[in-house]
């Protein structure tokens, strides 16, 4: 399960429910729709070259669509680096894929940011006003939404086969129609939203952007190749 809390997936007034079909249709019409057009951060840094300008940082926050890599990105950064990794979707989401009540999430958030170092895994987007300013850099992820939704289904997929085999975790996961659309809805919605929150919060922090898997190897390569890095 990934993260969409507080978010409104409704296209229009006094719908908050979608259906496959709504989806499906969603798709259909726009399936050539990729990331092409939307604005980047001003202080952004494209693919590899963004290696040297995390060398020093210490607070990494790794964003991006449910999907997109952010998981596995942060867990390959924590190894190249030494840094912990905080999957702020561990620590929002209880048994039965219950979110927490937003004042004690608030709460726990502000603490975790407070860490000396850390890679931070989550876009959540109404949080990112207390962990932007904390953050030494940031990592944009991107990704073609159909990419993003077929691994957000396989891995609803593996959730469900795993809660049959393992009583202690946090519930059976289901085909959820309003992730889909947050996933699909990404781009033209929560990712302007989480743009504005990194002008506001982070003017002149370096963004490094990851175009898709095709940028991911490059970018980790370069920091192996970073004297900074090896020296650690």
């Not at 999907?67 to 924590?78: I, V």
């Not at 937003?102 to 987007?125: A, F, L, P």
């Not at 504005?196 to 990851?210: L, N, T, Y």
Request: hydrophobic share 35%; charged share 25%.
């Amino acid at each position: 399960m990934s993260e969409f809390p507080a978010c409104d997936f409704s296209d229009t007034k006094g719908s908050s429910t979608s259906t496959f079909s709504d989806v499906a249709w969603s798709i259909f019409q726009t399936a050539s729709t990729g990331l092409a057009g939307f604005a980047h951060p001003s202080s952004d840094v494209r693919g590899a070259g963004g290696g040297s300008s995390i060398q020093l940082a210490r607070r990494i926050l790794v964003l991006g669509s449910s999907g997109a890599g952010k998981t596995h990105l942060s867990s390959r950064l924590a190894a190249i680096l030494g840094l912990e990794v905080i999957h702020l979707d561990d620590h929002f989401w209880q048994r039965g894929w219950r979110p927490r009540e937003e004042r004690e999430w608030r709460k726990m958030v502000s603490e975790m940011v407070q860490r000396d170092s850390w890679i931070m895994d989550g876009t959540y987007e109404n949080s990112l006003d207390l962990r932007i300013p904390h953050a030494d850099a940031i990592i944009l992820l991107e990704c073609h939404r159909l990419r993003c939704m077929g691994r957000v289904l396989r891995r609803q997929v593996d959730d469900w086969i795993r809660s049959r085999r393992d009583r202690l975790y946090k519930g059976p996961s289901r085909f959820d129609p309003d992730h889909i659309r947050y996933v699909w809805r990404y781009p033209t919605a929560t990712r302007p939203a989480v743009l504005a929150e990194i002008e506001r919060h982070g003017r002149g922090k370096p963004v490094v952007v990851i175009d898709g898997p095709e940028g991911l190897a490059p970018f980790l390569s370069s920091l192996r190749a970073d004297p900074y890095v090896s020296a650690a």
